[in-house]
DNA sequence: TCGTATTGTTGGACGCCGACCAACAATCAC
DNA sequence: GTGATTGTTGGTCGGCGTCCAACAATACGA
């Protein structure tokens, strides 16, 4: 297991722990609008929160993945979803149903007054090839060659990350994200 | 000018150039094949190539740059194409059509032997976004939303980087980059 | 021929990231 | 209590990318 075990199993042995991946992801969140990303580093959230810098690593993979936890978790699922035999638009749309509003849509909301920039950009392109690589081997099962395979898997994750990006700065609440992806889709793969 | 510039106009003043772009990418790639992508410094790097560890960054602009040299001459080419109203298709396929065979592949042929792993799929998406974002203007002048610009964009992107990649594992001669990118565009976009 | 402006290179320093590890601390089970 | 388990801590390490002042090599004008 070399990915960052968020626990939700209740341990009942071992030292409790001092921080969670939320904790991190506040504290990041206060310090980047404060100072903004760049000038904030890894030493300065775990400082915030409470803990040594070392422990930021048992919950974090990387400072540039602090404000996509949520979207990662849902893309896990989406896995998941997919590997049950799930219809890939189907998967996508509940995927966008199931994102909580507040915590994705902050990257890309709050980008602007973090600074985030160029690192905004990479990290949801980023999350763009995830999405594409979890639902290229759904298309392909389903006898595309694949470079149409992997062609309409971008295309599908495209036109969620641009829904997303348009559901977060419209205000996270206030417009439905599975109808901007329904838009979205509908408009690029008819 | 932030930008690295490979200049190709002919400086007549001044001390002459000890390096280029293309001999940092010819030691670079040796060594990558050695040792693989991580195992080499830039510092190896530039040693292979006579030249000290500070001039490599007046070259390229990260270490993670250096195999995408080409492609990314190409992407700033269609942006010209594309502010001269050049139609989007179009400029894609003359894109496609432009890219030298051995370079641009190299990182997607040699990537397993390089030991790339997750440095290629970032270096490629990154890639998808740059010409996702040189097409959406375009569209958006075309008429469309934001959304469905967007989205329509990371689509012909997608399609793009899915032809690279299947035409540089088929061998960069073999097979003709532009027919796979019509096949992508045809069966994705309609 | 000799400065002088221009353009590049060099080496060193710096802050930071992310990996790693051994020592230590806090909990549970017995 | 004792031991096992699980986390935290502080430290070190190599590497990246930035910056800068000093230096080197060229062209040009007087």
């Known amino acids: ?83 049950d035999g799930a219809d890939v638009a189907e998967a996508l749309r509940e995927l966008a149903a199931g994102l909580p509003a507040e915590n994705v849509a902050m990257a890309f909301a709050q980008g602007e007054a973090m600074g985030l920039g160029e690192e905004l950009r990479l990290a949801a392109v980023r999350r763009l090839a995830d999405v594409r690589d979890a639902l290229t081997p759904a298309l392909r099962a389903g006898g595309a060659t694949p470079l149409v395979a992997r062609s309409r898997a971008g295309a599908y994750a495209g036109c969620l990350l641009a829904a997303v990006q348009e559901w977060s700065l419209a205000g996270a609440g206030r417009t439905d994200l599975v109808a901007l992806l329904d838009e979205a889709v509908r408009a690029t793969l008819g």
């Open 1 to 83: 297991m070399g990915a960052v075990t968020q626990g939700t199993e209740r341990r009942r042995v071992g030292r409790p722990r001092a921080a969670s991946r939320d904790l991190l992801e506040e504290a990041a969140c206060e310090l980047f609008l404060e100072r903004g990303y760049a000038a904030t580093s890894v030493a300065d959230i775990t400082s915030r929160a409470g803990v040594s810098r070392s422990t930021f690593f048992n919950y974090v993979e990387a400072k540039s993945d602090l404000l996509w936890a949520r979207f990662d978790d849902a893309v896990v699922a989406l896995r998941a979803r997919l590997a």
